[in-house]
């Protein structure tokens, strides 16, 4: 059975950055898609971006600020966050799944408990 954790969050300030990780375990993640949500209070869970194989795919709220990233020799996803707004605070929750149809889209298989990511304006 996988696990996935997510770590790397804190309070950042607006224009600032933060570099979220999500160590896999249990099992090989190279083969699957890896994704990350988030999930702000009172709203629901979005998926902001996700790798599969090389391809790079970014919601539009985030694309040119956040890159994604993989480590396949360390099971390790990466979420970089740049140009940090308010809007990005958050839970990130980072997500592994097994076929990739899209960020809206896709089921999700595993599933990390997330990490908090605040920012301060």
């Known amino acids: 059975q996988g696990q996935l954790v997510e770590s790397g969050g804190g309070l950042a300030q607006a224009g600032g950055s933060l570099r979220l990780s999500c160590a896999a375990s249990?099992?090989?993640?190279?083969?699957?898609?890896m994704g990350w949500s988030r999930q702000a209070p009172g709203k629901e869970r979005e998926s902001v971006a996700a790798?599969?194989?090389?391809?790079?795919y970014y919601a539009d709220s985030v694309k040119g600020r956040f890159t994604i990233s993989r480590d396949n020799a360390k099971n390790t996803v990466y979420l970089q966050m740049n140009d940090l707004k308010p809007d990005d605070a958050a839970v990130y929750y980072c997500a592994a799944s097994r076929g990739y149809y899209g960020l809206g889209q896709t089921i999700w298989d595993y599933w990390g408990k997330g990490t908090l990511v605040t920012v301060s304006s």
């Open positions: 790798i599969n194989w090389g391809n790079t």
């Open positions: 249990g099992r090989t993640f190279s083969s699957y898609a």
